[in-house]
């Protein structure tokens, strides 16, 4: 009898322990299941908004028409933060949106003990509608705002929303990057998943991204970035059929997603993708592998080409960067940038991108210096510290990036000849950032097209002996300018003469 009750009292206490196990476990997983737990964090008042009908203005993600007798206050108030700032105020700040995952992606099942993560968010002059539509669960980080609302109201109204919200402010005016560091440091998260501060998070984005981390720790992944308008906040839906990529210029661009990643996954599109870079503003990283594979470059000014610097840098140094279809963030796109630079855009970029093209790039960085002319003028500061932690990670050359990871990149891996503007490539094509040298009929004008490495009207065959640039479709050489158009050099019958000489610098190619 005394053994069944000593069982008995066993057994509750153990059973009581497990409930607060579990209570304190879901209490402290805020951001592992936001999308299940969204209604409970929120506010009795918000919640109220939630449950009410998709009616009010850009619920579903429906564009928002300004009336016309407002169209005049509405283009005033658009420069504040070159978007319409009348449409996102109209619009709640938790609206409701359209699931646009694909099919595939609404049925998959994440393991329950997925890492949690910190939300980094870096504003500077935001607006307040956008910011807060973008919070949940957040680290708030300030890069020195001058509006007073992002101020003490700000404060007051993170500290009534039931989820842990904190906000730290810079002294002055740091940048992106540097805000983001110390937004990073103070993290407690196992992950850190960095996002704008003019976003909007659809259901089921954060678990794709947490189990891939789960899964691989030195995997960077992004979510796709869907297309909030800035005219109407309209939420369009972003694709999974493009990633990152970059120009001679360094800039990033989109690009479609080749046939052999679509291969490697074997046609499903639910799977990651393999991206050469990352657009830069939202994604999620294991904390300690941040650390380890150095943060961020410190002696980058404000913004710009911090992006492709951390995507060289991991997968050089042995991570991954990958889009994970099945998470979808929406983000408001600017036409023009709001923000202030110190000491002005053009100068700030071409130094953070010389530092990445120092850095990362080896012999390659010379396609970025010959494309930007006065680039070279430009102060890049000290970089020993990066090219110590590149040796100290023992990172692979970038030749080998653009083998492995970007072989169809618009700087060739191999080329003969890098000139002032133009490099002939192994392809035989005469290119300049992803524009080719192109001619189609006989005794015609070059004109610059997209290479679409076909050969065909692109190839010209060069003759190290002779000097001669034959275009192999038309049999002909490249020659001069004619006297109706001094601009533009054209194809002639091969003749031997001077005007048919080119000598291109830097030659590799064997006589
Ligand atoms: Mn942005």
């Not at 990362?360 to 020993?384: A, E, L, Q």
């Not at 300049?432 to 070059?446: A, E, Q, Y």
Request: some cysteine; charged content about 25%.
């Amino acid at each position: 009898m005394r053994r069944f009750v000593y069982c008995k009292v066993v057994l509750t206490t153990s059973l009581v322990w497990v409930l607060v196990d579990v209570f304190l476990l879901l209490y402290f997983s805020e951001c592992n299941k936001c999308d299940d737990r969204k209604d409970r964090s929120l506010l009795p008042a918000l919640r109220a908004v939630i449950s009410r009908s998709h009616e009010g203005p850009g619920e579903m993600g429906k564009a928002v028409n300004i009336p016309k007798d407002d169209q005049e206050k509405m283009k005033e108030l658009f420069k504040i933060n070159q978007f319409n700032l009348m449409a996102s105020d109209m619009i709640a700040l938790n609206r409701s949106l359209p699931d646009v995952r694909l099919d595939g992606c609404k049925t998959k099942v994440y393991p329950d003990d997925l890492p949690n993560t910190s939300i980094v968010i870096v504003f500077h002059n935001e607006a307040w509608s956008t910011l807060l539509r973008t919070v949940h669960s957040v680290i708030n980080l300030d890069d020195a705002s001058e509006r007073d609302f992002l101020k003490k109201k700000l404060e007051n109204y993170a500290r009534t929303l039931e989820v842990p919200v904190r906000i730290l402010r810079m002294e002055q005016r740091s940048g992106l990057i540097r805000a983001r560091l110390r937004g990073a440091a103070a993290t407690k998260g196992q992950v850190i998943t960095f996002l704008d501060a003019h976003c909007e998070c659809t259901v089921g984005w954060l678990e794709p991204l947490l189990a891939r981390i789960k899964e691989d720790r030195t995997a960077v992944v992004c979510p796709i970035i869907d297309v909030i308008s800035d005219e109407t906040f309209e939420y369009m839906a972003g694709s999974d059929m493009t990633y990152g990529g970059f120009n001679w210029k360094l800039n990033f661009r989109w690009y479609p997603v080749p046939q052999r990643e679509m291969d490697r996954r074997k046609g499903d599109r639910t799977l990651p993708v393999r991206t050469p870079t990352m657009a830069g503003g939202l994604f999620s990283i294991d904390k300690t592998y941040f650390e380890e594979i150095g943060s961020y470059d410190p002696g980058m000014d404000i913004w710009g080409g911090e992006n492709l610097e951390m995507s060289f840098r991991i997968w050089q140094c042995g991570g991954s960067l990958e889009i994970v279809t099945c998470s979808h963030v929406g983000h408001v796109f600017r036409k023009a940038t709001p923000y202030s630079f110190p000491g002005g855009t053009g100068q700030v970029i071409n130094k953070n991108n010389r530092r990445l093209a120092e850095v990362w790039m080896d012999d390659f960085k010379d396609f970025f210096y010959i494309i930007s002319p006065g680039v070279m003028r430009v102060d890049y500061g000290d970089v020993s510290s990066r090219k110590a932690l590149r040796e100290a990670l023992k990172c692979k050359p970038f030749s080998w990036y653009l083998e492995n990871i970007y072989p169809d990149s618009q700087i060739p891996r191999r080329y003969y000849s890098l000139g002032e503007v133009f490099s002939y490539t192994a392809d035989k094509e005469i290119r300049t950032d992803d524009l080719c040298l192109d001619v189609s009929r006989l005794n015609g004008p070059v004109v610059m097209l997209k290479c679409h490495h076909m050969k065909g009207n692109q190839m010209f065959e060069y003759d190290a002996e002779r000097l001669t640039l034959l275009h192999v479709n038309s049999n002909q050489c490249l020659d001069m300018p004619s006297e109706e158009d001094k601009m533009v050099p054209t194809l002639r019958d091969c003749n031997g003469s001077r005007s048919q000489q080119w000598l291109l610098r830097n030659m590799t190619l064997s006589i």
